[in-house]
Structures are given as C-alpha cells and as structure tokens.
C-alpha cells in the first residue's frame, strides 16, 4: 500500500468544535502525520466557538482576527 495519498500536494488544515478548544488536539495530531502521507502543509487554523466565530448565512468568519490569519494561512497556497 502506497502511503504517500497527498503525493507532496500542499495543503491547509482546518479543524473546529462548538468549545473553546477548537479541536486543536485533533488538529495537531492531523498536521503532525501529514508528511508521513507527503502532504506538503502550508499551514493549520483552529476554529474555537464555532457557532460563535462562524457566520451560517453568509458563510464566513466573524471573528476578523481568525478571518485574518486564516486569509495569510490561504495565500501561502
């Protein structure tokens, strides 16, 4: 089984919870064994509160500082 599934591909990993954690355990470990699936990651963001940074309707983050860094994490793609 080829393990490489990424194939050096780069990529941005985002992870989010409704708590003040923001599933950044889980995104740790994600970014972590990325390379050991040649995945080339660029960058990572957790979303803490994400009923209370996340806008349903217009489909965005309300929170600008988040919103900030995940547009720096997005233009290193």
Do not use: H
């Amino acid at each position: 089984i080829d393990m490489k599934v990424y194939q050096g591909k780069p990529v941005v990993m985002l992870a989010t919870s409704p708590g003040p954690g923001g599933a950044a355990t889980v995104l740790a470990a994600a970014t972590g064994s990325a390379p050991y699936f040649a995945a080339d990651v660029k960058g990572s963001l957790s979303v803490p509160s994400f009923y209370d940074n996340f806008d349903m309707e217009k489909g965005e983050l309300r929170n600008e500082a988040l919103n900030a860094e995940l547009k720096t994490i997005m233009s290193a793609l």
